[in-house]
């Protein structure tokens, strides 16, 4: 089971402000380690979206941006459009499970 | 272009062995671990282990210990999942994805993906 929790399900309507948060523990974002974000389209591979909590690779629009605090992490979508509907996951590192690479649980955004 | 493509899908019976593949192109393919991740019909992503081809350093997740082997060959790029007895729930998509290197751990770049189905 995943250790990073997110929402399931987070809906907005076109050119609204969406957020996402990530909630781990002590052993993964609370213990220092990076948060990134991946978005998965319909029947398509994960991509990366934002890497090391707040940056994004080349190409990624800038209405996505992320943050990390203490033992959680947030996805922001801003201007938010009908291509942004797909699935979204955190992913981070957890010490406590012999090096194991987490990710969250996923949320799903809809756009209304 | 850097890239990761893998081989196609899979239809297979229980008890059955399978071996998919990963195969890296414009990059160093043995200077970046490859990670395997499953998604089983509906569900999220779950980190299965990862190697680094330049020397065959392997990690698994202890939830996939012992119930898959990650194996590479260096001399054609490309990175493998195998089972030696599948199981009707290993039925899932699978993708490989490459360790970035930007001194964190994401995933940068990603394959399209294997289907796997399992099915007496």
């Known amino acids: 089971q995943s250790v990073l929790t997110q929402p399931p399900s987070v809906s907005g309507a076109p050119g609204q402000r969406v957020t996402i948060s990530c909630t781990g523990s002590s052993s993964n974002i609370g213990a220092g380690y990076d948060v990134h974000w991946y978005q998965q389209l319909p029947g398509t591979a994960p991509k990366l979206l934002i890497y090391?909590?707040?940056n994004r690779p080349s190409g990624v629009p800038d209405r996505f941006s992320g943050s990390k605090s203490g033992t959680s992490a947030s996805l922001a979508i801003t201007g938010l459009q009908a291509e942004d509907e797909a699935d979204y996951y955190c992913?981070?590192?957890?010490?406590?499970?012999?090096?194991?690479?987490?990710f969250g649980t996923g949320t799903k955004v809809t756009v209304l | 272009e850097v890239q990761l493509v893998q081989s196609g899908a899979e239809v297979k019976k229980p008890g059955e062995s399978l071996k998919i593949s990963c195969k890296g192109s414009?990059?160093?393919?043995?200077?970046?671990?490859i990670g395997w991740v499953r998604q089983m019909p509906g569900k999220g992503l779950e980190w299965m282990g990862i190697i680094y081809p330049g020397d065959s350093d392997t990690r698994y997740s202890p939830s996939f210990q012992g119930q898959v082997t990650i194996s590479a060959d260096k001399s054609i790029s490309t990175a493998y999942l195998q089972w030696s007895s599948l199981k009707a729930s290993d039925t899932a998509m699978y993708y490989c994805a490459r360790h970035s290197d930007w001194g964190d751990e994401s995933f940068d770049i990603w394959g399209q993906g294997t289907m796997v189905t399992v099915s007496s």
């Open positions: 992913q981070s590192y957890d010490s406590s499970l012999s090096g194991a690479y987490v």
């Open positions: 414009g990059y160093s393919f043995t200077s970046y671990w």
């Open positions: 090391g909590n707040s």
